[in-house]
């Protein structure tokens, strides 16, 4: 038997069946990106923890690492939190903003343990006090580590994170977190950094739907003062 002509409905259907097909791909793209994040996450409790005991054990004050592993546990629960929200349609109070140079000292330090003795990170922040910028905190952190992790698998033996601000001619300020790294440049020739990187250095999925969520733009870094390469993110902030 032929089938009959679709009708109105059945292309409505059709849409229908599409949106949820496409919806649920992308809430697992989303889940699976969390979960890599969470695990991140919880190794560097682990680490911290590690640290606190092993304090204890040779009578040093485990307080310094266990006030980390109590931020590392915060962060946790906030990346849950925030993505959880997003995938309800929760939606965020205009009033919420956080200062982001703490954000991203904080990513920095939880992700010393992970990146290893032969890479230094170095922060250079120059932003106008009172600085803040709308949204959801957790996704500035999370960017920020992912930065990080992507430049330290690059990197030869250093990397660069950079805040800075910039105002457009229209007065919107937004704040500019630039990431760079020592290893080799995009298209030179020669030996790859000692840092063996996945197919995925800069996991450009989880980074691009983060500074979605920011309403920013990622940019190439144009001028990469370590020699190797290096990407910069522009999101709306409140500038004094």
Known sequence: MMPGPQGASGGENGRSIMEVRERMEALGQVSAELLHDLADAAYSLEQRARLAAEDARHGRSPLPELQRTVEAGTEMRAMLRDVMDVLRGAALSPEVAYEPRGTVERAVRRFLPLSGPQVEVRLVCDLPPGTVVPGRESFLSRLTANLLAGAARRARTR????????????????????????????GEAGPPARRVAGEDEWRPGVVAWLVSQMGGEVRQRLVCVLGGSGIEIRIPANVP
Not at 174 to 184: A, I, S, T, Y
């Open 159 to 186: 990397v660069l994170l950079e805040l800075r601000t910039e105002e457009e001619a229209d007065g919107r300020g937004f704040l500019v977190l630039g990431v760079e790294d020592d290893g080799r440049a995009p």
